[in-house]
Nanobody
């Protein structure tokens, strides 16, 4: 599975961005997709995950109510709609994938495939 993330950029506080992650290769509608982020000097942290087969989602507390993860299975693409952005959201955002699981996975080590990352910068 290959993942290609896009959509990052520079935005002001309170603004919005939509990230996309296109999957190719041995994709499956049962893949679990996730978004993580990593700020300079910090560990990679969980943002959101979606189970493509059932549509269930889980969010980090820090983004709950502001970010929405969704999937277009026909396009093998997962989106992260980010609203009410804050300077602390500044990071490189990575999409990730793993095989089907009935439970949510929030640790980076639980994902098998990673995209290249896209930079999101929120100015104050």
């Amino acid at each position: 599975v290959q993942l290609q993330a896009s959509g990052g950029g520079l935005v002001q506080t309170g603004g919005s961005l939509r990230l996309s992650c296109a999957a190719s290769g041995r994709t499956s509608s049962s893949l679990v997709m996730g978004w993580f982020r990593q700020a300079p000097g910090k560990e990679r942290e969980f943002v959101a995950t979606i189970n493509r087969s059932g549509g269930s989602t889980v969010y980090a507390d820090s983004v709950k109510g502001r970010f929405t993860i969704s999937t277009d299975n026909a396009k093998n693409t997962v989106y992260l709609q980010m609203s009410s952005l804050k300077p602390e959201d500044t990071a490189v955002y990575y999409c990730a994938a793993r095989g089907y699981s009935a439970i949510a996975h929030v640790r980076p080590g639980e994902y098998d495939y990673w995209g290249q990352g896209t930079q999101v910068t929120v100015s104050s």
